[in-house]
Structures are given as structure tokens and as C-alpha cells.
């Protein structure tokens, strides 16, 4: 943590995807997939095994349609994960990382008949928590990696996420990851 103190931490690479989740209910509706991820990795240390990964997910909308109403439910999570590099093997790494999660749900509710009552109502909610998880990341090229994760989030919304990614360097790299 003190590296990033004198200033050597820097951002190394940008990574955009598909995360596809377990689905939350929520306002008698469920949450949609997949969801699009954004992520970038913040270099903390010179060996490039200790990382700050924020990243933003917005998922596919849920819309339940009857001939009363449309229901449309909205899911977006931020995280800020602390990632270190388990395992290397010249183009193949394991990695673990935990940190902070917060989900931002809002729901839609048109009733497109007025009946007067009405137990569903347009309503938002977010919920602070935490996530694990793991990932493994494959080297493509010498800018380009594929990097696949599973991570549980734990708050009041809980889910099972699994995202695919592109990641792109924006240095060139040599033929094998350098430790």
C-alpha cells in the first residue's frame, strides 16, 4: 500500500466485457443479464502482482409486460477490488481478489390501466456490501489478454457474477508475463 504513496501506482490496462449474474428479485420483478462491464487495473507494486480494479457493471433490463401494466427493473454495480496474482505460468495467471460492492437497483412501474390499487409502485434502492472472488487471465498478444472471473457479492441484494473480458495493455508487453 505504501507504493502508492511515492507515486508509482499508474494505471496499466482497461478491460470491457459481458458479466452475467444471478438474478435479484426485486419489486416483484427479477434483475436482467448480461450486463456490461468496465474495469481498470491500477499497477501498486514494480513485480505487477498487487492491483486496485475499479470497475462498473450495468446489466440488461427485466421488463414484464401484462395487459394491465409494464414492469421494468434497472441493476448497476460498482466494486473496488484489491486483485493480487496467485499463480503465473508464461501466458496463463491466477488471481484472487476481495473488496468493497455496491448495487444500485431502480424499477419502473406503468400501469397502463388505473385500477386505484395498485401494490406495485416505481421504487430504487442500493445496498452496500462486499465481494470474493477469482479469476484467470490468458494472454492473446502483446496488448491483448482474456480475463474470465466468478465472484459472489454479499450485501442485501446477494448475487453469483461470471464476467468475460477483453483487456487491453496499453504497453507493449515482451512474449511472457514478466514477474
Excluded at 416505481?122 to 487471465?137: C, H
Excluded at 442485501?156 to 508475463?177: D, E, H, M
Aim: hydrophobic fraction near 35%.
Amino acid at each position: 500500500m505504501m507504493t502508492c504513496l511515492d507515486g508509482s501506482a499508474q494505471i496499466s490496462r482497461i478491460g470491457a466485457g459481458f458479466a452475467f449474474s444471478t438474478p435479484v428479485d426485486f419489486n416483484y420483478g427479477e434483475t436482467g443479464n448480461p450486463g456490461i462491464v468496465v474495469k481498470t487495473w491500477i499497477t501498486l507494486n514494480k513485480a505487477s502482482t498487487f492491483h486496485v480494479v475499479p470497475s462498473v457493471t450495468a446489466y440488461n433490463r427485466y421488463k414484464f409486460e401484462t395487459g394491465y401494466s409494464i414492469l421494468t427493473n434497472y441493476m448497476f454495480q460498482g466494486d473496488l477490488d484489491f486483485q493480487y496474482t496467485l499463480f503465473h505460468e508464461e501466458t496463463v495467471k491466477l488471481v484472487a481478489f476481495a473488496g468493497g460492492n455496491v448495487t444500485y437497483l431502480n424499477s419502473d412501474f406503468e400501469p397502463l390501466i388505473v385500477t386505484g390499487n395498485e401494490t406495485i409502485t416505481d421504487t430504487a434502492d442500493f445496498a452496500l456490501g462486499g465481494n470474493v472472488g477469482m479469476a484467470l487471465e490468458l494472454r492473446m498478444g502483446p496488448k491483448w489478454d482474456f480475463y474470465i472471473s466468478g465472484k459472489y457479492t454479499f450485501s442485501q441484494y446477494s448475487t453469483f457474477v461470471i464476467s468475460v473480458q477483453g483487456v487491453y495493455y496499453f504497453k507493449t508487453r515482451r512474449r511472457a508475463y514478466k514477474r
